[in-house]
């Protein structure tokens, strides 16, 4: 990864340049290997580059085309540049001397804003146009690269991450409190607030383009739900394109400067990467580390039946498979909870959705860098379409009457741990059937269905956040506004925003998270199936088992279980206890804290860990969702309102 920034004065007046390298000096730590400026008088764009790919080696940037018309400032990895390189009319022998950044730039000499549509891989860049007089923002269509913006009076600045505008002293600094409350009660991260008041950022799979006189026109031009569905797949065509897709994703994740690493679970996604990087690397001659995260001897947290508190075993089952897969156990009970967490809202510039996970991902980085590789793999985005459920098949059963295979499908998913009861399923079937305005109706009447929100959210008493609750309830639920199961996807996308993240994990280890599932044409590719291809036959995942039943082990494709993550969450929340109680004590004293969370209740629970119950669901609520995701937010909150 790298980090870019900017300032435009678009009235002429001096300082753009001052300022851009204000910027490029707190966005350091993102990108430390090589800084280059350009300064165009009323606009100047800076880059620092943090090397992960053998073409670093020739990135200059900021680069100039169209006979110095067009500037570009990119943070990217593209992943088909031989695709565009022929689209372009590049020869090979070019394409090897150029950085990723210059093939952006070529694409928008050739197609203009158009190119965002041709571009697969992680990016963000800006790209001033000389003769126009604008300046163009892209993200890539998961928005696994942040892309940050302030407009000012009568000016506008854009960096990677928040710090680089509040390093500016006209940026206004402080919390946003609408997104905490968003965050806390887990409603869609979509539009342009940051957890910044004084800082915006572009959202997933959006262009901008920023004029002089302050007009700033957003277009998203990638969406789940427009893709088209296929109906001329027949037999286990599905399948076998599936496979194929993924190891196209994998294949073009590989390429690095070092080796590769991989967080491997007991469940499907991540197996699934292991069964194709495995065999594309040992082409290589190289070899795979993978890392499994397990609790302490003794952990329990069977709350629910259907729950893996251990993945070791399986993801040792996975590994065997492969000779060159190098398998790694790692425990987090005795990591220092509150400095990490400290340190990832440092780095990432917002609150922690799993802080607990801290722990273990800091584990996996270090080994990995320490290990001498960089590239460290994740399959976050695969329940979003590789390894997507097919629970949406339930409304065309509905529709289409189709009782039996309503009520079988139901229980089948039930049993996966999709669906507390059959009750629930069919409830959700039947609303995401009625009107839209009726839907938000039936979601706001009952006081049940608002319950588990106020166990897990620190903020829940707020009136603010009931009242938000309110204007959202119809965006609720995976059946909410349901026509498609796209539309469920299109509302997961963007109820996560993997960039701040991925940049903290670069700052903070120099390692780059790769996400092979989120790949542009493998989520294409899933998206275009029919759901009926996902739940067939009284079975999950259908097409999914189907494309791997040759490369997964049947105990793990066929697990009747799910695997949780830090099953040994009281023993690690008991040792932080001290330091917990602390951090609350101080976020007490900080009036913004005590506006945005519920501290002295908080405070309670940090005090009753010892009487927390990993086997009972309500205490888990309470003692560690609720306990270590306000804790986060306070954190966040009180760094927030320290002022710029």
């Not at 965050?183 to 959202?203: E, T």
Request: hydrophobic share 45%; proline share 5%.
């Amino acid at each position: 990864m790298s980090a870019i920034g900017g300032v435009w004065y678009p009235d002429g007046r001096p300082g753009a340049k001052a300022d851009c390298q204000r910027i490029s000096r707190a966005l350091a730590l993102y990108g430390p290997d090589r800084e280059g400026q350009w300064d165009g008088g009323q606009i100047a764009l800076a880059h620092r580059l943090m090397a992960f790919l053998p073409e670093d080696r020739f990135d200059r940037q900021p680069l100039t085309g169209r006979g110095g018309r067009l500037h570009l400032v990119a943070d990217c990895r593209i992943d088909n540049r031989e695709e565009l390189g022929r689209a372009l009319g590049i020869e090979p022998a070019h394409q090897a001397v150029m950085c990723d950044a210059a093939f952006i730039l070529a694409a928008l000499e050739r197609w203009g804003e158009g190119a965002v549509d041709r571009l697969c891989g992680d990016f963000a860049f800006a790209a001033w146009d000389m003769d126009a007089r604008t300046l163009m923002l892209a993200r890539d269509p998961v928005g696994n690269r942040p892309l940050h913006y302030h407009v000012g009076r009568g000016w506008f600045a854009f960096a990677s991450m928040p710090k680089g505008l509040l390093a500016l002293p006209d940026v206004p600094t402080g919390p946003d409190a609408d997104r905490l409350l968003t965050w806390q009660m887990l409603l869609p991260l979509d539009g342009s607030h940051s957890f910044y008041k004084g800082v915006q950022r572009l959202d997933l799979g959006q262009v901008a383009t920023v004029h002089a006189d302050g007009r700033i026109q957003l277009r998203r031009y990638w969406n789940p739900m427009a893709v088209p569905q296929r109906r001329d797949i027949r037999g286990n065509a599905d399948a076998e394109g599936m496979r194929d897709a993924l190891d196209v994703a994998v294949k073009a994740q590989l390429r690095s400067t070092g080796g590769t690493a991989l967080m491997l679970s007991g469940g499907l996604d991540s197996c699934a990467l292991a069964s194709s990087a495995a065999p594309l690397l040992a082409e290589q001659g190289k070899r795979l580390s993978a890392y499994t995260n397990v609790p302490i001897a003794g952990a329990d947290a069977t709350y629910a039946a259907h729950l893996l508190t251990d993945e070791g075993p399986l993801a040792a089952q996975m590994a065997a498979l492969h000779p060159n897969i190098d398998h790694h156990l790692v425990r987090a009970a005795d990591a220092d909870l509150l400095a990490l967490i400290e340190r990832m809202v440092f780095l990432a510039d917002q609150p922690v959705m799993n802080p607990l996970s801290t722990a273990w991902v800091h584990e996996i980085y270090s080994r990995a860098a320490a290990a001498g590789a960089p590239v460290v793999l994740t399959g976050v985005s695969g329940n979003m379409a590789l390894s997507y459920t097919g629970e949406h098949g339930l409304i065309r059963h509905a529709e289409r009457m189709r009782l039996w295979s309503l009520w079988r499908d139901a229980g089948v998913l039930v049993a996966r741990g999709v669906y507390p009861d059959r009750s629930v399923a069919l409830r959700r079937t039947i609303r995401a059937l009625l009107p839209t305005d009726l839907m938000a109706r039936w979601h706001r009447r009952g006081g049940n269905r608002i319950t588990p929100l106020a166990a897990i959210s620190a903020q829940w008493d707020n009136p603010d956040a009931q009242a938000m609750f309110a204007r959202n309830s119809g965006a609720l639920g995976p059946f909410a506004r349901v026509r498609r199961w796209q539309h469920w996807h299109d509302i997961l996308m963007q109820s996560r925003d993997p960039g701040p993240l991925n940049a903290a994990a670069n700052a903070g280890y120099r390692v780059d998270r790769r996400d092979p599932t989120s790949d542009r044409r493998l989520l294409a590719y899933c998206l275009a199936l029919p759901e009926d291809r996902y739940l067939r036959n009284g079975r999950t995942k259908d097409v999914f088992r189907r494309a791997f039943a040759d490369r997964i082990p049947t105990e793990i494709l066929h697990s009747p279980l799910r695997g949780t993550q830090t099953a040994d969450w009281k023993h690690i929340l008991l040792k932080a206890q001290p330091a917990i109680q602390a951090e609350l004590a101080h976020q007490a004293r900080v009036s913004a804290c005590g506006e945005l969370i519920d501290v002295d209740g908080l405070s309670s629970l940090a005090d009753t860990l010892q009487d927390a119950a990993p086997d009972d669901w309500n205490s888990v609520q309470r003692h560690y969702l609720k306990l270590v995701r306000g804790l986060s937010t306070g954190m966040f909150t009180r760094r927030a309102a320290g002022g710029n």
